[in-house]
């Protein structure tokens, strides 16, 4: 069974080998299917195990999913579990908190906030306990637990009715053993990419959307001051942001910055409704404007600075854990622009740690772009004082940031995960993406900075020829094909375009076609 098309594996292996001597993934054996929670009712007594599967019939004709989940009772199981609001990184002593249906995004010193879940709750129940369950949901059309991040509706937003839920049965990704990639370029025999980009609306954003607007469905529908839903956007977050609002029937407003994204990007909003305006300046100048604006007028903001979706986020992390088997790879590399991503996987990685699912969590990296790499100086000067930037032009636009929003969830996350921070050239992620690509992959160049990021890593000796390591690809490179016809053109000043693959003209004639694919064929074989 080829590992790429695997999403859940059994928790049985039928020949386990020590971490020094790691198997060869083709070669792994899991064949044992799991006998998991068909519930999804966490309402059993903590050290009740799920029951085994029964008969499902299909539903009435004339209900729909929400109608069956609605019938079943899915929605309203007396858990106990809830989460709110509170301050960053705050003093345990601290006291402030907010309701999830508050309007708010920042604490009352102007600090940054986060979503903290009743833990002792959640630890009622233990580690097998949420394997069996989430492992249970997997891959199923159960409202709303098809979806990848509402798979772990408990850990995301617990309270939240599923009636309210607005979702694409997004997440779910693959988790692509790069075969070829590791071991041609790198001398790696375990390396992974994980494909986020492959969602609703091809990027990660998805994931963190879901829930940012599953939420103001919900405000919206107890009458609470909210019009539309607001970003300031380089493209991917505009895109999702349209999408999950037109599938909800909610007005959204973008902030694009003028003519520096991608036509495939600016078209997604478009088609999806929303109210556009392009503005001559950059991200940080868009992003400055959203926030003023939402302080005065009836929109929610849906940027990162709203820690709702960094909980959506926060499920791929867990999901690679689910996709190992609930084994933990040794590194995971993330692109990182605002900076929310990076602190979201941490997040999900210290859950499953907390919660007794994993008993460790992997070391992060942060890939920047070098022309936006803010995260990258501050790390290289030790951790002292943080200086914004100003983002030059780069072919990976999402992360041409300067004044990242969650600097301080970044740090945090590093700090806590032993973490690195690395960059790459414009040169250096162009032509890791050609390399990726001729290896069968499609990525964009977000992920061109990351496996640049793993190329200095492998070169320098900090990351092992056997290390397990998860490149996080963040967006489809459909969205990103004009800087690969550009490459492959040889069209980008001062870039040798080293990998480029352009065709080859030939006279319309036998002999000409002959030559040159002899020509071809004699290169090969050699």
Known sequence: MAASSVFRWSSVSLHPQPKSAPQNPRYTTHCVPIKAATSSDPSLTADATPPPSAAKHRRNADENIRDEARRQNSFHSSHGFSAKYVPFNADPACTESYSLDEIVYRSRSGGLLDVQHDMEALKRYDGNYWKSLFDSRVGKTTWPYGSGVWSKKEWVLPEIDGDDIVSAFEGNSNLFWAERFGKQFLGMSDLWVKHCGISHTGSFKDLGMTVLVSQVNRLRKMNRPVVGVGCASTGDTSAALSAYCASAGIPSIVFLPANRISVAQLVQPIANGAFVLSIDTDFDGCMQLIREVTSELPIYLANSLNSLRLEGQKTAAIEILQQFDWEVPDWVIVPGGNLGNIYAFYKGFHMCKELGLVDRIPRLVCAQAANANPLYLHYKSGWKEFKAVKANSTFASAIQIGDPVSIDRAVFA????????????????????????????????????????????????????????????????????????????KEIPDMACRFANPPVQVKADFGSVMDVLKRYLLSKDS
């Open 414 to 489: 590093l700090k806590n995960s032993n973490g690195i921070v690395e960059e790459a050239t414009e040169e250096e992620l162009m032509d890791a993406m050609a390399q990726a690509d001729s290896t069968g992959m499609f990525i964009c160049p977000h992920t061109g900075v990351a496996l640049t990021a793993l190329i200095k890593l492998r070169k320098s000796g900090v990351i092992g020829p056997t290390d397990r390591t998860v490149v996080v690809s963040t967006a489809h490179g459909l969205k990103f094909t004009q800087s690969k016809i550009d490459y492959h053109s």
